[in-house]
């Protein structure tokens, strides 16, 4: 790998050396694809975010208050944690977070025209990106875990 690296390295200073309008023009181009792009990122994301934050609103309009939902991303697929009050919460809201699994589904689903989220041999799967929790969830979870690593310790 780092033999790659010193040739790689080697080879642009030789280009530099010989060829320096043509590789400050092809820089200075990358530069400016980068920088003319960014707007359409943000506005991508941030049409992406509006899409889901209506989704949660939809799918949880019956309740009287709608869960948070934290939105990030895992190895470049989105991710997301719905985070009800209480357990009770959780579970009463078990319609609605299938019906908010499919509006998911939905938003990311890939156009035929477009690559999509994923690889073609692993898309975008709604059930893998999102997770529901409640609080009090996390102590829950290390308790049992807990109680279970004594038990095998008997």
């Known amino acids: 790998m780092l033999g790659v690296v010193v040739m790689a390295g080697t080879c642009f200073v030789w280009a530099v050396r010989h060829f320096p309008i043509e590789v400050g023009a092809g820089v ?31 799918a949880y309009a019956a309740l009287p208050m709608p869960p948070k939902l934290v939105m990030s991303s895992s190895y470049g697929f989105p991710a997301f944690e719905v985070s009800f009050e209480s357990k009770r919460d959780m579970e009463a809201a078990a ?3 299938a019906a908010f699994k499919e509006e998911i589904a939905v938003i990311f689903k ?9 690889p073609f041999f692993r898309p975008f799967s709604a059930d893998q990106a999102i997770f529901f ?3 009090g969830y996390l102590e829950e979870l290390e308790a049992h875990f807990r109680e279970r690593n004594h038990s095998w310790k008997r």
Do not use: M
């Open 28 to 58: 200075l181009f990358i530069v400016a694809v980068l920088f003319l792009n960014a707007p359409n990122v943000r506005l991508k994301q941030a049409l992406i975010r509006a899409s889901v934050d209506d989704a949660l609103h939809r």
């Open 95 to 97: 319609t609605c977070n």
């Open 110 to 118: 890939s156009p035929s025209w477009h690559k999509g989220w994923g």
């Open 133 to 135: 929790t409640y609080d």
